[in-house]
């Protein structure tokens, strides 16, 4: 029995590897993953959030160039690497945009940045301020490849940083979906009658309502909050798996092996856990990864209403929300490059998902 069921795992596992959809979206999906978590590593704003805002250089376009000159601050910040990494950097000193700058009797003269033909504020500091008077060591040129956001934010740092939630969160709502559904389902296709009748009961009321009008009611009940929204998107996609469950389960306890495992004595759990759930996961797994890509919608439709993940925190969807009036300002960019975010993880979702239900088929 255990060598049939390698052999079917190492069949789909090659069914799988022939989709060069479900491969690409596989791989796709891994380094989504592995960008979010190390987001701070790899974004040129490595500050808490990406929240490193300069008005003066605000909606630029892709590719905008300027000096940045950094002062810093006498404020000390203790910080582990390990929070760094993972939780981003405590900048405290000021960043400013220059256009020209000297340096004359130990004072830097410099020029601040203003864009559409302004003359920018002419400012001086003494050299004194910079850690053995290398005030060039402060100064450099800084690139924006996706350009900035009207607050003057990176935009490139904070699409990395924005991917951890729309990642997680798929993360997190299929998980508490997979626990409620599959023990509810599992409870009401294998012991059915009046116990199948009152979870079906809780289901179709569920369904009934529109999926985003219950997560906005169960994330105002919760509170504004990331961690709010991936419960309450959690708790409203646990419905579909546990339809198909139910459904799977029906089906399964009338097999011979269910028939056998009650003769040998072994208790409604053991069965339930050990012997039928393991025959029927597979299009638990598919619906699993369409739920992923639920999620994600779910969520970026909060944070465009504003009743999901909070500021300063980087979100796609509240990326959208703040700049979805600059489309027709000419510079559409500042929405377009999130919605593609969005749509790609979400088709990466949606193929891999199609790829497994084919690779675990046994008709096929």
Known sequence: MSHKSNSLKQLALQKFKKNFWGVFSF????????VSV???VIAPDNSQFSNQMHLSIHSKKPGFKVEILTIPS??????SWFNKVFFGKKNTNTEIPISEYAVEDAMLMYKEYASDGLKGVEKTILLSAFPNNQVANYIKEKTFLFGTDKYGRDLLSRVLVGARISFFIGFVAVFISLLIGVFMGSVAGYFGGKMDAIIMWIINVTWSIPTLLLVIAITLALGKGVWQVFIAVGLTMWVEVARVVRG???SAKEMQYVTAARALGFNNFRIITKHILPNIMAPVIVISAANFAGAILIES????LGIGAQPPMASWGAMIKDHYNYIILGKPYLAVIPGLCIMSLVMAFMLIGNALRDALDVKN
């Open 74 to 79: 006498q404020l000390e910040t203790h910080q």
């Open 38 to 40: 190390f987001a701070y």
């Open 248 to 250: 799977q389960i029906i």
């Open 301 to 304: 439709g909060l944070s465009f």
């Open 27 to 34: 791989c796709f999906i891994v380094l989504v993953g592995l």
